[in-house]
Each structure stands twice: as structure tokens, then as C-alpha cells.
């Protein structure tokens, strides 16, 4: 496998941990999809293609919003201070985060825009949006993943959680090293508030805040120390999360690959709906 398929399946990885969520939520054994028998996918397949009532909080699937496109509504919105430029193609700084965006349905121009932006032979990580990289372009890998919107979560505060610091960076970065949540960089802390557990001083439980846009902002990067699992940090760590997103207004989103039943259904549990289906796909750009 090459270094960005492996890349790409550290950030969406499937069966152990991804930055969306975390080993602590999931039971001991992932349930293999084709377990579930065809009504249960089909199940599945119908929540993740359809709509989510406005009433709850979504948003109709007809209709486009910032969350088809969340990094470069991010990268445009909250977080225009982190992007790199070149014409239409964003990205975040590569101290950041690894994500880059496109406008909706690319032109030509607009995909020689991203080749400038990462160089030749350089990687495009585009998260969401499925779009086809036209010739000369390769596309390295393609997963195929569900958006969820909090429609219901009790979100609470809770008083064993800290806020993350800067000088915490260290500690949460040995903490994703032993547990690969997936791409947590030198300066991945700036994107929104990160949440922590300590034990006798030492760091066993991390989540934070990634993409954040106009009304909605994800959660990510949910991670626990392997000898601290099974207690629920993780889920109190999303609970907090959601408490100080919804304090500012906005409403908390995050993502899941879309085999992975059990986190599917465990956010469902939480209070979370699936919204839409999308795809997280590495593209290379012409040498």
C-alpha cells in the first residue's frame, strides 16, 4: 500500500479508529456489514441517501448547503486565517491540516488551479465532495463515508474535562501517536477548542473541534489511551463538545466511514442522524 493509502486510512480508518471517532466508543469487535443481513444495509443505505427533516435540524439533501462542501466553506468562512491559495483551489496550512478544497463541480481551470497549489506530483486530500479529477490526475484512493448532524444530542458539560492548550501539544500529540486517530499537526490545536481526561496528571482522553463553518462545527480527533477504554471518555468528550459548540450558536457535525456500522449506530444513539453520504478521496496531481 502505498504512503497516501495508508494516509487516508489512518484518517477514516475503519475498523479501529478514525479522527471522527474513537475505539472507546465502539464495542470490542467491529460487526462486519455483510453480517447484518441485506434488510440492515438497505437500512442503512436509505437513511444515508435520504433527507434529514428540517424540523430536526438538517438540511433537505435537494437543497445545497455549506455542509456539501464544509472544507471550503471553512476555508472561506471561519477559517479563511489558515488557507493557502492558488485562484480557486484552497487548503489549509500544512502545519494545520491535510484538507484542500474545490468549488463544486470543478472546471478544467479550476483543477489546474490545484495542480499549481500542490505542485507537481503532489497529493490533494478533498473530503466530502466526489469529484472526478480529470486527466493526468490520479486518484489514489476513494472512501466512501457518511455526514452526521446532531439533531438531538444531550449535550452537557462535564467537570472532569479540561480545555487543551498549547502547551498541552506535546502530550496530545504522543496521545495520537499510540492510539493514529488520524492527522493531528503542530498547530492542528487552532482550529477550535480541544477537550481532554487527565489520570494522576497524565492525558488519557482528547477530542476536539476541525472544520468549522457558518452554524455547524465537527468533532474530531476522539481518542483514549488503550489502558483507559471501555469507560465512556470518549462519549463524555463528545458530549462536551457539543455543549460548547451549541453554546456559540452552531450545531455540532462529524463523520464516519460508512461500513462502520457500530460507529454509525453509537452517534445514532448519541443523538445524531446521518444526513448524506459522501466520499473522502486522495488525488495526485500531474508530475
Not at 57 to 84: I, K, W
Not at 108 to 115: F, K, L, N, P, V
Not at 152 to 161: E, F, I, K, N, Q
Amino acid at each position: 500500500m502505498s504512503c497516501v493509502a495508508r494516509f487516508l486510512r489512518a484518517c477514516f480508518r475503519p475498523a479501529r479508529v478514525s479522527p471522527f471517532r474513537s475505539p472507546s466508543l465502539l464495542s470490542e469487535r467491529e460487526t462486519d456489514p455483510r453480517e447484518l443481513g441485506p434488510d440492515r444495509i438497505a437500512g442503512y443505505r436509505r437513511r444515508v441517501t435520504g433527507s434529514v427533516d428540517e424540523s430536526a435540524g438538517g438540511t433537505e439533501r435537494s437543497g445545497y448547503t455549506p455542509l456539501d462542501n464544509p472544507a471550503r466553506a471553512a476555508l472561506t468562512g471561519p477559517h479563511a486565517r489558515f488557507a493557502e491559495r492558488v485562484g480557486t483551489a484552497l487548503r489549509y496550512h500544512p502545519d494545520v491540516c491535510p484538507m484542500a478544497a474545490l468549488p463544486d463541480g470543478p472546471t478544467a481551470e479550476e483543477w489546474a488551479d490545484a495542480a499549481r497549489l500542490v505542485g507537481p506530483g503532489g497529493a490533494l486530500f478533498l473530503p466530502v465532495v466526489a469529484d472526478t479529477p480529470p486527466a493526468g490526475w490520479q486518484s489514489k484512493m476513494h472512501l466512501p463515508g457518511v455526514q452526521m448532524v446532531d439533531v438531538g444530542v444531550p449535550a452537557r458539560p462535564d467537570d472532569a474535562v479540561i480545555r487543551l492548550t498549547a502547551d498541552d501539544v506535546p502530550e496530545m500529540t504522543d496521545l495520537v501517536r499510540r492510539t493514529r486517530p488520524g492527522p493531528f499537526r503542530k498547530r492542528t490545536i487552532e482550529m477550535g477548542t480541544y477537550l481532554g481526561i487527565r489520570r494522576n496528571g497524565r492525558l488519557i482522553a482528547m477530542g476536539g473541534e476541525r472544520l468549522t463553518l457558518l452554524g455547524h462545527t465537527e468533532i474530531s480527533a476522539v481518542c483514549t489511551d488503550p489502558d483507559h477504554r471501555g469507560q465512556g471518555l470518549a462519549s463524555r468528550l463528545v458530549l462536551a463538545l457539543a455543549q460548547g459548540i451549541g453554546d456559540r450558536g452552531a450545531t455540532p457535525i462529524l463523520h464516519a466511514e460508512a461500513t462502520n456500522v457500530n460507529a454509525i449506530r453509537l452517534y445514532e444513539q448519541l443523538g445524531f442522524q446521518v444526513r448524506k453520504e459522501v466520499l473522502f478521496q486522495v488525488v495526485i496531481a500531474p508530475s
